[in-house]
């Protein structure tokens, strides 16, 4: 595979993450956003519990990885690897994903409560 398209990938998958973020961040808040800010959450929930990380993260250490084979080990996840990198700090990765999990299954919990299951009412309101 083309070095250039591996390193384009790469980026590309870095931005997806970032905006997956936000949207966990910030989705709340946005009431047009509310259907996709549950769905991006359930995936998470279901990818942290299946593989204690974010998908994407591993697909973006991958394709790094091609590329630079000495690259660090990216076992920490993306959040605790971009500390290192750019704030040379650093958190216990355990911490990383209990704090994560609780943040991303709390956030559910409330959202659904306070306005229901999304999916299901758009369901609804397609009739």
Partial sequence: MN???????????????VIVILIILLGSFIS???LIYQSILI??????????GCILTVWEYK??????PDLELYEFGFIDFYLRKYLSGSARPK??????LFFLI????INIFVYGFLPIGYVNNLY
Avoid: D, Q
């Fill in 106 to 109: 709390t956030s559910l919990g």
């Fill in 43 to 52: 995936i998470t929930i279901i990818s942290w519990f299946s593989s204690m």
């Fill in 3 to 17: 070095k250039n398209i591996i390193i384009g990938t790469s980026h590309l998958i870095f931005v997806i993450h």
């Fill in 32 to 34: 047009e956003i509310r």
């Fill in 63 to 68: 394709l790094r990885k091609i590329i630079n």
């Fill in 95 to 100: 911490f990383i994903y209990a704090i994560g």
